[in-house]
């Protein structure tokens, strides 16, 4: 239970559905933490209180593919998200993160109290995940591919 570890604070960055912040508002009420989640809305500079953070957190219940994760991981982050829509292209449970089955509270707090508790697992999977960055989605790399696909494209169209 989260409750129970006294040195934690979650910052929830980005804006939605109003009703359902005020719900998470109400419930972290309720639980007795509200006094350690802050509600930031939409952030211009995400990168700066990103780089405070010590572990990053996606729990969507749909996602298209999560530049968020990439940009917890490209700070060395380690995480725990929702295993829904792309995330688990990104994110190997057990090796640079968690991933969690959408609507499991519980294995998620389980699994962000073990990162909050053990630092050498959160640079673990930090590194993990910042090599994961650097190998599939490092812009070079990228370039190279898309670069490589188009004149495929324009050779097929040309013969």
Known sequence: ELKSIKNFQID???????????????????CGVE??????????????????????????????????ILEYMSLKL???????????EIVKHGFNGYLVEKGNHLKFAEYLKKLILDKN????????????????????RNFKSYEYFYNKILKNRIN
């Open 12 to 30: 929830c960055i980005g804006s939605g559905d109003k009703k359902y912040e005020n719900e998470l508002i109400k419930l972290s009420r309720e």
């Open 35 to 68: 006094s350690k989640i802050n509600f930031w809305g939409s952030m211009k500079n995400f990168e700066k209180i990103s780089a405070l953070a010590d572990i990053g957190i996606l729990s969507s219940n749909e996602e298209g593919f999560s530049n968020s």
């Open 78 to 88: 380690p995480v725990v998200v929702t295993n829904v829509g792309g995330n688990s």
């Open 121 to 140: 697992l959160r640079k673990k999977f930090g590194k993990k995940g910042y090599e994961t960055v650097k190998q599939k989605f490092e812009s070079s």
